[in-house]
């Protein structure tokens, strides 16, 4: 086991779970590339790494937890978003590890259209910030505003479709204030990545105790660590940045990313087909 290729994994973790170009897949093509997992294997282990940055939010976004006990809209949103997240997600992991099993799967075609939305949503922010909002944050989001939140985290269970960046699209396109999308975003992941942490245990117990094996124990300690903590000062800038009034910047950036890469994976990978 190489303790560098772990640093790095864990860095690939600890930045992308917080930026709008889906961790899962990064750590897909980092764990296929310094390990050698199996396209299969690398899914399931993307998914189990993501305890890692669950370890970040925890910290940064405790006092969040405690006042759960106090805050009832908080709860309602988390438990709603949770929900739905399960109710779309759980089906779409099961699919799509089975195709990963059989087929190769292309990346590129959802990075292409989660780029297109992110440039969407940049734009969006950058022409309508006169506008006014009706919906600026949780005080104003009601259970259909859950609803569409939670069934947009739970479709990023696809390769390709970053989970943040699908979920912080959608509340800007509400109206929600950039922090306050960040920040909710990021507050709901905390349970989806919990769920997605067993739910990988139970559906793919196999995948993961192969990339360990491959891995080693030392090694996926020391990626999950390094994720913890890299995590928790990108939660940080992030949120800061995300008040400023140049916020779309990250949305054009980013999109023009997914958009690039996107195209290259579509033209290097084959299509796959359904089992």
């Not at 990250?250 to 290097?268: E, M, P, R, Y």
Request: glycine share 8%; aromatic share 10%.
């Amino acid at each position: 086991m190489n303790p560098l290729f772990a640093v790095l994994l864990g860095l690939v973790q600890g930045v992308s779970e917080w930026l709008p170009i889906s961790s899962k897949t990064q750590v897909l093509f980092a764990s296929s590339f310094l390990f050698s997992l199996p396209l299969a294997v690398a899914y399931a282990f993307g998914l189990f790494m993501e305890i890692g940055s669950l370890g970040s939010a925890i910290t940064y976004f405790r006092r969040d937890i405690w006042s759960l006990f106090k805050d009832r809209k908080l709860l309602v949103y988390l438990i709603a978003v949770t929900t739905f997240t399960a109710i779309v997600g759980i089906p779409l992991y099961y699919l799509t590890d089975k195709v990963l099993t059989s087929n190769p799967y292309n990346v590129g075609i959802p990075m292409i259209l989660l780029g297109l939305v992110l440039i969407g949503t940049g734009l969006y922010i950058r022409y309508s910030r006169t506008k006014p909002r009706l919906v600026t944050g949780l005080e104003q989001m009601k259970l259909k505003n859950y609803i569409i939140v939670g069934v947009a985290q739970g479709i990023a269970a696809l390769p390709g479709v970053s989970r943040s960046g699908i979920t912080v699209s959608t509340m800007l396109l509400m109206g929600v204030k950039p922090d306050q999308a960040f920040r909710l975003s990021y507050l709901a992941y905390i349970p989806a990545s919990l769920g997605a942490f067993f739910v990988t245990l139970i559906l793919s117990r196999s995948q993961v105790d192969a990339a360990i094996q491959i891995v080693e124990p030392t090694g996926v300690l020391i990626a999950i660590l390094t994720a913890a903590i890299v995590g928790i000062f990108v939660i940080s800038y992030l949120l800061k940045f995300a008040k400023t009034s140049r916020i779309y910047v990250i949305d054009f950036a980013l999109g023009s990313v997914a958009l690039i890469v996107g195209v290259i994976a579509t033209v290097l990978a084959p299509q796959a087909t359904l089992p």
